[in-house]
């Protein structure tokens, strides 16, 4: 069964607390995705991995930091977690870019 | 620069009815197009996609999409909506970094 996990579902942290945002798959797709979603904005990337050790910045990457040392999981560091940095945010990955997978997603508020 | 755009922010029909969620692209190469659903509290699903071939392309649970050229556009249907459409839409367009670019989402709702 093909999924993507992320843990938690749910955060609560005060600003200036780090986070640690975890995702997994099963599928051993190479390439893997960090996505911020907040209302009518859509999804923004904000790292991609194009495998271990193989990160590139997205199109949002400030205040956030990826680690991606096993092909099967792809982490997501905030730094002093900010309040504009409330958000959900979604994992994903895939074997070609234009079909990702995504996990449920997590929902972050920073206080 | 590749953008999309979703001109309509929330689409209402009957159960039963036919649906056309429009999206619209602007990019200057050869592209992938793709459309995503979101169910309320869950992640995305991919429902289709199109690079070349026939422009009109099938996927899952009755969508289909048309893709123009002279338009830009990949604008998504279905004939009979049931209740359980009931998600938001998503179109994206991939560039030739494998970065997805999505659009801002319709949301539709299909009334009983």
């Known amino acids: 069964d093909m999924k993507v996990t992320q843990m938690p579902r749910y955060l609560i942290k005060r600003m200036g607390e780090n986070v640690l945002l975890e995702c997994g798959q099963d599928m051993s797709h190479e390439t893997m995705y960090w996505y911020r979603q907040d209302p009518g904005l859509g999804l923004q990337l904000i790292y991609i991995s194009y495998d271990v050790d193989s990160n590139s910045e997205g199109d949002i990457p400030k205040g956030y930091r990826v680690s991606r040392k096993k092909r099967e999981h792809f982490s997501l560091i905030l730094d002093s977690a900010k309040t504009n940095q409330t958000s959900v945010y979604f994992c994903?990955?895939?074997?070609?870019?234009?079909?990702?997978?995504f996990g449920p997603g997590t929902r972050l508020t920073v206080l | 620069t590749q953008t999309v755009s979703q001109s309509d922010a929330h689409v209402t029909v009957f159960e039963g009815d036919s649906v056309e969620l429009r999206c619209n692209y602007s990019?200057?190469?050869?592209?992938?197009l793709s459309w995503y659903i979101q169910h309320h509290g869950h992640g995305l699903q991919f429902l289709l996609k199109y690079y070349s071939g026939n422009p009109v392309v099938q996927g899952v649970n009755g969508f289909e999409a048309e893709f123009s050229k002279s338009d830009s556009s990949f604008h998504l249907r279905k004939a009979s909506v049931h209740w359980s459409d009931s998600a938001v839409y998503f179109c994206?367009?991939?560039?030739?970094?494998?970065?997805?670019?999505f659009g801002s989402g319709t949301k539709l709702t299909v009334e009983p």
């Open positions: 994903a990955s895939s074997l070609a870019a234009y079909e990702q997978y």
């Open positions: 994206a367009v991939m560039s030739n970094y494998n970065v997805l670019y």
């Open positions: 990019y200057g190469g050869s592209i992938y």
